[in-house]
Each structure stands twice: as C-alpha cells, then as structure tokens.
C-alpha cells in the first residue's frame, strides 16, 4: 500500500460511513435488487470490517476520490464473488477425457433436455401410468440395460462404488467372497476393494498371488462360509510379464458348480464394442453375461458417457434381493439421473452414430488432424495474450504432439494420439512462474484447466468442443 492511500485509509477509517448510509450508495441499488438487502449489507459490514481491521486495502483506485464510492465498489465486488456459483464449466485441457476431477462423461443434449423436463414439475418416477398403481424407479432404464447387455434385469443405484457395496452386503453379508489376489484394486477416492469389504460386512478371501492366479486356487478357498466369487476388472492398472488370471468363463462354470453367485465388476462398462469405434478393446458386460456371470457391475459417468451411476444387471432372483434391500433405498439415483441415463442408452440402439451423439465417445475418437489443425489456429491467440499479459519475450507457446488419456481407469495403457499447446518460458522460469500462469488461466470466466509437467504447461484440445470458448476470452482478457 502506498504512503498516500494509507493516508487517505487512515483518514477514512477514523470517519467510515454507517453500513445504513452505505446502503443507500447509487451502486449498490442494482445489486440489492437483484440478490436482496440481507447480502449487501452483509457484504458492506465485510468490507468496511476488513478496512478498519487494515486487513485488506481500500482497493486504493486513486480515479475514485470519493471514499465512499471506493467502498461501495468494494462491496459490490465482494458480492460479485460471493454470488458466483461455486460449482461451474471449466474447460478441461488435461488431456484426460473422463476426468473424474472435472466431472467426467460430459451428457449429450438429449439427457440435458431430460433432466429439465422432469425436473421442472411431477413425473412419473414411481408411478405405473399405465396400471394407475405404484411403480419402480429403475424400470424405466432396466428394460434398455437387459436389451444392451443380455442380462435379464437390472438395478441402478448412485454410482459403481455402491452398486459393489449393495451387492456384497445383500449377497454375502458376514460371509466370505473370493477375489484374486491380483485384482485387490485401489481407485481413485479412497475405493480401496478390502475396505469396501469391510464395510460391506463380508470376508475378504484373497485367493492366489499378486500375479497368477489358477482356477484351482479359486477351488480350494470354496468351503461353507464362502457367499460369492468375485472378479474385478483391474481397469486402472496392468500386471505384465510372468501372469495368470482364473479364465471367467471357468470361474463361473466353478461358481454354478458350488451354487455361488459369480460377479463381475467391470468398472468402466462401455456398451459398444469399442474397436468398432477405432479404440481399444474394453470389456463390456454382454460380454461378461455371455461368459457367465451372474452379475456385472459397471458406472454411467465412464466410457457409457452418461450421468454418475452405477448398475448391477444380471439373474432376475438375485436383483431382485438387491432391489429389495434395505440399503438400495439409501443408494438410490434421483429422477434427474434415471432421466439423462435412459436418454443416453437410448443412443446406444444406433450404435452407428454414437461417435456423432455421446459427446464422451466424440472426444474420445477425435482424430488427431483435427486436433492439430485446432491448436495451429489457436498458437498465434495464446502468445498474443501471453504476450499482452507477461510483456513478449516471456513465454512461447507450440503446437505440440500429445498423447490423451481416457481417464477414470478406463484402458490404463493405451493412449491416444492428440494435439495442443506446450507453454514454456523463454527465460529460466521457476516453477512458481508457471503456477501463477497456469492460475491465470483458471481465472478466466470460463476456467481453463491444463497440465503442468518437465517445466511447462501443456493444453491438450481433445475436450475442447468449440475453439471460440478459449479464443474469445483469450483475446477480451488481452485487451
Ligand atoms: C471406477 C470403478 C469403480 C467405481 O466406480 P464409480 O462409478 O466411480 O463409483 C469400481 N470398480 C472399478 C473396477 C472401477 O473401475
């Protein structure tokens, strides 16, 4: 602060005017009507606490000689930031796709225009119209889940960490479930599978070593307290080298062969054959139904591309003790869920078209030329704005060759090919340099959100739907 606003602080701050006086400030009219008197004047008794505290600074815009317009500003700014919603788009240039930081699979309109249609009044969530009885929330996804996946019923609940949670507390409660030791998987966000056991109130019986596990093992752990058999798809990790899994299709011929349920969690779960869409190959739970599984779990948010959710679909007598249970009504999903998940699976009966419709297979298959071509048109705007923000000769930013990943575990290995920009300093730069400048660009209206790694800052704009979002702000924030 300087000697002349500390000044003018000083002087002010022995005469501040009352929060009523301030109240009635020509500036502060339009804010009172448009969010009410009670958080104005909470925002005026803030500032002027702040300014007597000396805490923060009169903002000193030495072009406002009026002390009071000065405050009145403050307060207005203050409310301006308080008033902004918290939780808002961000532009994910991670170059992972379904960041589960940045809310994963972004939803097609047609689950957007869902959501609003049943949010805004009544529906019939659990209401059989045709019968004029009681109906079941999940009926009105279950029939596309059996057509998509073969299975002959289905229950969702909020997301796949709680689908495994339902199933393991109603099937095998204060019993033991067989997992190979290979697939004790830990996922981002503290779903760690022995702690969810726990939880569950089951016996974890880790059967076989860390890297080979035999059909055989599984049949010697069997004995009276075991409940189920379970394998888990090891989606955010990769054993190589020396290996062996149980084969499912001989776990499940085992677990019939015992009467024990045999389930499947699939993690991701994608309902189309992704090599078709020129990506990897992930397993999808017709396939796992086909191999003889009796349940398969897997999440709406991931490769479905659809709202967080997680199903469990498989044999009708087990669902319907997973439906019955008391803990499906505390895991339950909310309208606005079953809306935009039935929107989106209707999308998958025209598997031809997905690539056009779910926005998270579009990003997923975007071809790197595209990308390239994106980040040539967008170089000269980014040096513009760094050069206008930090003076030229600070930062230089390239187009670069980038590798995306999928993202929330999905195909840990495989990358794919993309395209964006490397931000580098032209100068030794320290890393609190490029911090403060991949801050700047989360300070823009609309977020955007990069990578920093090997001392620089790298966007990738595989997610990046519409150029002009970045290019806009870029060039209003320059001037
Ligand atoms: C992602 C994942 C989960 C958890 O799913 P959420 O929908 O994030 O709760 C569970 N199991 C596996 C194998 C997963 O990949």
């Not at 479930?177 to 969810?196: A, H, K, M, N």
């Not at 930013?397 to 840990?412: D, F, H, R, T």
């Amino acid at each position: 602060m300087t000697d002349r606003s500390g000044a003018v602080l000083r002087e002010s701050r022995s005469r501040l005017p009352s929060v009523d006086r301030l109240a009635r400030h020509a500036l502060l009219q339009d804010p009172i009507a448009c969010h009410g008197r009670p958080i104005v004047i909470q925002a005026i008794r803030e500032v002027l606490e702040a300014v007597r505290a000396h805490a923060s600074g009169s903002g000193s815009d030495e072009s406002v000689p009026d002390a009071e317009t000065r405050l009145a500003q403050q307060a207005t700014l203050h409310l301006e930031q308080r008033m902004r919603p918290s939780l808002r788009p961000v532009l994910n240039l991670t170059g992972t796709v379904l960041h589960t930081n940045l809310g994963r699979a972004p939803l097609p309109p047609e689950a957007l225009e869902a959501i609003a249609a049943v949010a805004r009044g009544a529906s019939n969530l659990e209401f059989d119209l045709e019968r004029g009885t009681r109906g079941e929330r999940d009926d009105h996804v279950a029939g596309w889940l059996s057509r998509l996946t073969g299975a002959p019923a289905a229950v969702v609940v909020n997301n796949n960490a709680a689908a495994v949670v339902l199933l393991l507390r109603a099937l095998a409660a204060r019993r033991e479930v067989l997992v190979s030791r290979g697939e004790l998987i830990e996922l981002g966000g503290s779903f760690r599978l022995p702690d969810i056991m726990r939880e569950a109130g089951c016996v974890l019986r880790e059967v076989g070593t860390t890297n080979r596990t035999h059909l055989k093992d599984f049949e010697e752990a069997i004995g009276p307290r075991t409940a189920l058999i379970m394998q888990v798809h090891t989606s955010n990790y990769r054993i190589e080298g020396y290996t062996q899994a149980a084969d499912t299709r001989e776990l499940s011929t085992l677990a019939r062969a015992h009467d024990l349920p045999f389930v499947v969690d699939l993690g991701s779960g994608t309902l189309t054959d992704l090599t078709r869409l020129g990506l990897p190959a992930e397993p999808t739970p017709a396939q796992a139904m086909a191999q003889g599984a009796d349940l398969v779990t897997f999440s709406g948010d991931k490769l479905l591309g659809g709202p967080q959710a997680g199903m469990v679909v498989g044999r009708a007598d087990l669902i319907a003790r997973l439906r019955k249970h008391p803990l499906k009504r505390a895991l339950r999903c909310d309208k606005m869920t079953l809306a935009a998940l039935e929107a989106v699976l209707r999308l998958y009966a025209d598997p031809d078209r997905l690539t056009q419709r779910v926005p998270a297979l579009r990003w997923l298959t975007r071809p790197a030329e595209a990308l390239q071509s994106m980040a040539t048109d967008l170089q000269p705007i980014m040096q513009g704005w760094l050069d206008a923000r930090s003076g030229a000769g600070r930062w230089k930013a390239e187009v670069v060759n980038l590798k995306s990943q999928i993202g929330s575990g999905a195909l840990p290995v495989e990358s794919l090919p993309s395209a964006g920009l490397c931000i580098r300093s032209k100068a030794k730069a320290r890393g609190t340099d490029l911090q403060a400048l991949a801050k700047h660009l989360r300070e823009l209206p609309l977020p955007v959100i990069g990578r920093i790694a090997q001392d620089a800052l790298w966007l990738d704009l595989r997610c990046l739907d519409d150029p002009r979002s970045l290019q806009d702000q870029l060039l209003a924030d320059a001037s």
